[in-house]
């Protein structure tokens, strides 16, 4: 657990807010460790005399940090009115979980998930009701370097982020589509209007000779 606190008025209204606008946050991960954790149990650090101070386990920033975005919280539908359409509730994220690959005195790669079992509707809490913040970290042992960190930033995308581009090409295509049609259909009646003008004045000036 990392804190409860209870939630004023203005708190909710905040959090609502940025939930609504898909608000996220960053926060930065050192890459360097106080402890060689190659020798670890589990990921949890076992020194023989057990005499090794909390913070040792703690990263240090420095100029190599790992950037982790998460957003504050998700609308989603949790009930329904009268006339059958769903009501949408803003729910906070409130569990954090941090999945740390390391090797030796460096992190290698980090990853922030919201668990999504921990999530608390704004929109049926009351006023001052405590809410309780928590996080938990899962340390893996990794045989990449730290000087091949960036091999696991080069990932491909996955199915929804390739979804979300197709997309944006297949709108991107339609839109240029559209924009051409209506550039041809002006130039078309330009063009007709101004044949029609000379081709009149043609047959003016035919009927004059004659």
């Known amino acids: 657990m990392l804190c409860s606190r209870p939630l004023s008025a203005a708190d909710i209204f905040v ?11 960053s926060m930065l991960i050192g890459t360097s460790l106080k402890q ?3 020798n670890a149990v589990c990921g949890v650090a076992s020194p023989p005399n057990d005499q090794l101070p909390p913070y040792s386990r703690i990263p240090t920033l420095g100029t190599d940090g790992l950037t982790l975005n998460g957003f504050v919280g998700v609308l989603d539908p949790y009930d329904t009115d009268e006339q059958g359409n769903a009501l949408l509730g803003h729910f906070l994220f409130t569990h954090l979980h941090f999945t740390l690959l390391y090797n030796g005195r460096h992190i290698i790669h980090a990853n922030l998930t919201a668990d999504s079992e921990y999530l608390v509707n704004l929109d049926t809490i009351d006023e001052n ?3 309780t913040f928590s996080y938990s970290v899962e340390w893996i042992e990794t045989e990449i370097a730290f000087k ?4 696991l930033a080069a990932r491909p995308l ?7 581009h197709w997309l944006s090409i ?4 339609v839109l240029v589509l ?18 029609s003008r000379y081709s009149k004045q043609d047959l003016e000036a035919d009927g004059m000779y004659e």
């Open 15 to 25: 959090f609502k807010n940025a939930i609504e606008h898909t608000y996220y946050y």
């Open 36 to 38: 060689d954790l190659s």
């Open 129 to 131: 009701d405590t809410v």
């Open 148 to 151: 091949d960190r960036s091999k």
């Open 158 to 164: 996955t199915g929804d982020e390739l979804e979300i």
């Open 170 to 173: 297949m709108n991107s295509l």
């Open 178 to 195: 559209l924009l051409t049609a209506f550039v041809a259909l002006i130039l078309s009646r330009v063009l007709s209007n101004d044949y």
